[in-house]
């Protein structure tokens, strides 16, 4: 099966994830495959609040935002399929192994975000996942997460 050449704008990522500014971390899909993988790109740019003080004189992309986006990119995987309104469904970090950083991700990168399907098995989903910048692996991780039906009510 051949990877599905999709491109997920702004526009659909919105109706897919619940996250708005400053926490949407992508921008757009660039590759999809259902159930197996997807590739999703993030602009990172200046105008991020978090280089305001991560760090003033060396803006640098914190480490969990990178897992965040890795997360959001899992994200699109899992909703390209499954049916869900994004207003009453949770997509929740449920475990974050093997998680670690080779790179710096600054101002004017282009983080390239993967995430594979390693398995999905009573409602927690399980991701290999990499960010790269030019090529090189900034970041990689295995990461687990469950989709929960939000208690709006209650709040």
Known sequence: MSTEKINLDI?????????????LLVD???????HKSIKALKNVTINEPYFTGHFPKRPVMPGVLILEALAQTA???TFS???HDPESTLYLFVGIDNARFKRIVEPGDQ???HASLERHMRGI??????AEVDGAVAA????MCAVRQS???SQ
């Open 81 to 83: 399929e499954e049916p």
């Open 151 to 153: 208690d709006s009510d």
């Open 28 to 34: 757009r899909v660039l590759e999809l495959e259902p």
């Open 111 to 113: 983080l390239m975000l």
């Open 11 to 23: 526009h659909k990522i919105l109706t897919l994830l619940p996250h708005r500014y400053p926490i």
């Open 125 to 130: 989903w399980k991701f290999k996942a990499r």
């Open 75 to 77: 994200a699109l995987l």
């Open 140 to 143: 990689e991780a295995d990461l």
